[in-house]
């Protein structure tokens, strides 16, 4: 098998997979119960908490855990504009995930204005475009580190900076899943922060969110009143000190990890350059995220060709995960203002550590020989 599907979800790093089994079945108890063992387990919690914190540059308390970014990105959301009064506008990204683009899109049936913001002809947010829409009306604005399709990755100081001249009541949240470990990030450029565990190589169903302190934060679900108040739910000690293993691991081998996703990618799109009729979709290769690379080989259609690699034990993706069941346009895609042809014949290759060189070479001769069979047919 060659899994090239990792913005999708990575297979979970052995120590990481220990961990958990170690949290469920030895070190099981609540974190939030009164004895000796459980006060241990909220203690390995908290190191968990401050080594996100430490990754980030921010402090423990203003790390919340979650259930991964779907609820962090909603979480952002609710909790930011439920202690503003009054509405306005926001404003996001017109290539966000869906956890945000439709987050962003509900706060239209309750009264606020919301606004897309367009992307450069490689899918970096305009930073011009963005400037001329800013005003003192604007609460919230949502623009994501690293595009999940493209790799494009957007400057969020130069956001930060547009948005504390132009809006200062406006806070910014930065969608960071497809970034976090693998593009340098200080969170002291935003207001808030998502990440995702099984994006980086920890089980599927954790994440965490930064609230920069002082922020007007109403949190997220209500009950109990676990993670200060503002996230209430037992802790996934199992997920969460899981999530740990996997970012000690990932920093302790950061360089070799993503010198060697850089490889595999440049090696990818080397080989496919050579492919006639084929276009890289996205920024340049050095300046776009180590882990991801979009490319359409035109005539032939992303999901025929998905399905005939799918045969080799080749795994690709034509888009986001979550919106692949969804028909049309690719709206990522036709945002960068890309041909319908184009956005049609795109796949979506994307990497981890786990990757070799020698895979990338398999994966792009397995593409030359189907499409040229498909395009053959395709004449007839
Ligand atoms: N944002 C981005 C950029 C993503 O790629 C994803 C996962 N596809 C999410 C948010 C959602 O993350 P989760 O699966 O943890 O809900």
């Known amino acids: ?57 921010v402090t423990p308390n203003e790390i919340i855990f979650t259930s991964g970014a779907t609820e962090s990105n909603n979480m952002a959301f609710s909790g930011a504009l439920r202690a503003m009064r009054g509405n306005g506008r926001i404003i996001v990204s017109a290539v966000e995930h869906p956890s ?18 367009g ?32 790799g494009a990755v957007n400057d969020i100081p130069a956001v930060y900076n547009a948005i504390i001249s132009q809006a200062p009541g406006a806070l910014l949240h930065v969608d960071g899943v497809q970034g976090f470990l693998r593009v340098p990030f200080n969170a002291r450029f935003c207001d808030m922060y ?30 109990g009143g676990q993670e200060n ?19 000690a691991q990932y920093t302790e081998h950061s360089r ?18 050579r492919i006639n009729d084929t276009f890289i979709n996205g920024p340049a290769i050095a300046d776009g995220a180590p882990h991801i690379l979009n490319a359409s080989f035109m005539g032939v259609r992303g999901e025929v ?35 319908p042809e184009r956005q049609e014949s795109a796949i979506r290759f994307s990497l981890s550590p786990f990757n070799t060189v020698n895979e990338m070479d398999e994966a792009a001769a397995a593409i030359e020989s189907i499409i040229a069979v498909l395009r053959r047919y395709k004449r007839r």
């Open 194 to 223: 998502s990440l995702s565990g099984h994006k980086f190589h920890a089980p599927k169903g954790v994440g965490a969110l930064y609230v920069r302190n002082r922020t007007k934060f109403l949190g997220g679900q209500t009950g």
């Open 119 to 150: 992307v450069d002809a490689t899918g970096r947010v305009n930073v011009d475009m963005l400037k001329s829409m800013l005003g003192d009306d604007v609460r919230f604005v949502s623009i994501m580190q690293v595009n999940n399709e493209t």
């Open 305 to 339: 060709l998905l399905h005939a690699l799918e045969e080799k034990q080749i795994y690709v993706a034509t888009g986001s995960a979550c919106s692949s069941k969804k028909k049309g346009k690719n709206r990522i895609l036709d945002a960068m203002g890309l041909k």
């Open 256 to 273: 070799e990890y993503i010198d060697g996703m850089y490889a595999c990618k440049k090696r990818l799109a080397d080989n496919i350059k």
């Open 1 to 57: 098998m060659i899994y090239l599907d990792n913005s999708a979800t990575t297979r979970t790093f052995g120590s990481a997979a220990e961990v958990a089994k170690k949290y469920m079945t030895e070190t099981y108890f609540n974190p939030s119960s009164a004895y000796g063992p459980a006060v241990t387990v909220e203690k390995a919690v908290n190191g968990a908490r401050r080594r996100i914190a430490d990754t980030i540059n």
């Open 100 to 117: 945000v683009f439709e987050t962003a899109r509900r706060y239209a049936d309750v009264g606020y204005e919301v606004e897309f913001v």
């Open 229 to 247: 108040g503002l996230r209430s739910g037992t802790s996934c000690t199992s997920g969460i000190m899981a999530m740990d293993a996997a970012i």
